[in-house]
């Protein structure tokens, strides 16, 4: 376990990115229903977003609801929408409280009419706020939103707005849902799975990734601080040989 005290302030990952999995399995392993998790899953989420914010971190991305997970019973996806209009609810004021402003990445579209309400709600409330920005992926899927990417910038050819020779790894950017945030420097998955599910594949490119066995409803501050100094003692090279970096 790692302590506040242990992190370097001067060298934090300006966003982390957080594969937040294991609900169910935790739920099971008290005989309970799945639901159990999620809703012990949003204690994780309000703990470590406050974290976040505390320690300095400018950019926390969570994964909420892939664009697979539309293929869950139909009765846990509801329940999980629930879930989240409730907690967009609750947690509004801590969100105003720690200056933390919201956003969302995904197909929003495909959000209830009730979620994307709400959620767009809070987005509006907390727009000024600068301490943080809090992502949810909601409906994301980075298959879907590389497609999206593809479809803007060939009608933008097709209309003579942007020449084909153009085309570089900025306008891809600025064509992702992800557009206003830096490239993720931290991703952390928890619950022992080792993959990364469709989540920010082109923005992961040089992420240190984290995995740990511990279950997200189970997850604080200290796995966090845990993961970033684990993060904070990795060296990161970007192509160049370690001589070069010093
Ligand atoms: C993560 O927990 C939450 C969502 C994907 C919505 P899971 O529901 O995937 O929990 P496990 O992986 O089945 O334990
Ligand atoms: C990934 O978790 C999606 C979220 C955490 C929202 P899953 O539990 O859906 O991932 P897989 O299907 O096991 O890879
Ligand atoms: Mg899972």
Same mark, same amino acid.
């Given at each position: 376990?790692?302590?506040?005290?242990?992190?370097?302030?001067?060298?934090?990952?300006?966003?982390?990115?957080?594969?937040?999995?294991?609900?169910?399995?935790?739920?099971?392993?008290?005989?309970?229903?799945?639901?159990?998790?999620?809703?012990?899953?949003?204690?994780?989420?309000?703990?470590?977003?406050?974290?976040?914010?505390?320690?300095?971190?400018?950019? *926390?991305?969570?994964?909420? +609801? /892939?664009?697979? &997970?539309?293929?869950?019973? =139909?009765?846990?996806?509801?329940?999980? !929408?629930? #879930?989240?209009?409730?907690?967009?609810?609750?947690?509004?004021?801590?969100?105003?409280?720690?200056?933390?402003?919201?956003?969302?990445?995904?197909?929003?579209?495909? *959000?209830?009419?009730?979620? +994307? /309400?709400?959620? &767009?709600?809070?987005?509006? =409330?907390?727009?000024?706020?600068?301490? !943080?920005? #809090?992502?949810?992926?909601?409906?994301?899927?980075?298959?879907?939103?590389?497609?999206?990417?593809?479809?803007?910038?060939?009608?933008?050819?097709?209309?003579?707005?942007?020449?084909?020779?153009?085309?570089?790894?900025?306008?891809?950017?600025?064509?992702?849902?992800?557009?206003?945030?830096?490239?993720?420097?931290?991703?952390?998955?928890?619950?022992?799975?080792?993959?990364?599910?469709?989540?920010?594949?082109?923005?992961?490119?040089?992420?240190?990734?984290?995995?740990?066995?511990?279950?997200?409803?189970?997850?604080?501050?200290?796995?966090?601080?845990?993961?970033?100094?684990?993060?904070?003692?990795?060296?990161?090279?970007?192509?160049?040989?370690?001589?070069?970096?010093?």
């Amino acid at each position: 376990m790692s302590n506040l005290s242990a992190i370097n302030t001067d060298r934090l990952p300006k966003h982390i990115a957080i594969i937040m999995d294991g609900n169910g399995r935790w739920a099971k392993q008290r005989g309970k229903f799945r639901v159990f998790g999620h809703e012990r899953g949003t204690r994780s989420v309000r703990e470590i977003t406050e974290c976040c914010a505390e320690i300095g971190i400018e950019n *926390l991305t969570l994964y909420a +609801f /892939s664009t697979e &997970n539309w293929n869950r019973p =139909k009765i846990e996806v509801q329940t999980l !929408m629930k #879930l989240l209009i409730s907690s967009l609810k609750k947690e509004i004021n801590t969100l105003i409280d720690n200056d933390i402003k919201l956003s969302a990445i995904g197909n929003l579209d495909a *959000l209830p009419k009730k979620v +994307f /309400s709400e959620l &767009n709600d809070v987005i509006e =409330k907390t727009k000024s706020n600068s301490r !943080m920005t #809090l992502t949810l992926a909601l409906s994301y899927g980075s298959r879907d939103e590389i497609v999206s990417a593809f479809k803007a910038i060939s009608t933008k050819v097709k209309n003579n707005i942007i020449s084909p020779e153009k085309i570089d790894e900025y306008i891809i950017n600025e064509h992702l849902y992800t557009r206003n945030l830096p490239d993720v420097d931290l991703l952390i998955r928890t619950s022992g799975e080792q993959r990364i599910s469709n989540f920010l594949l082109w923005q992961i490119a040089y992420a240190e990734l984290y995995f740990t066995d511990v279950l997200w409803p189970d997850f604080g501050k200290e796995d966090l601080y845990e993961a970033i100094v684990n993060y904070q003692n990795r060296e990161r090279r970007f192509g160049k040989t370690s001589e070069q970096l010093t």
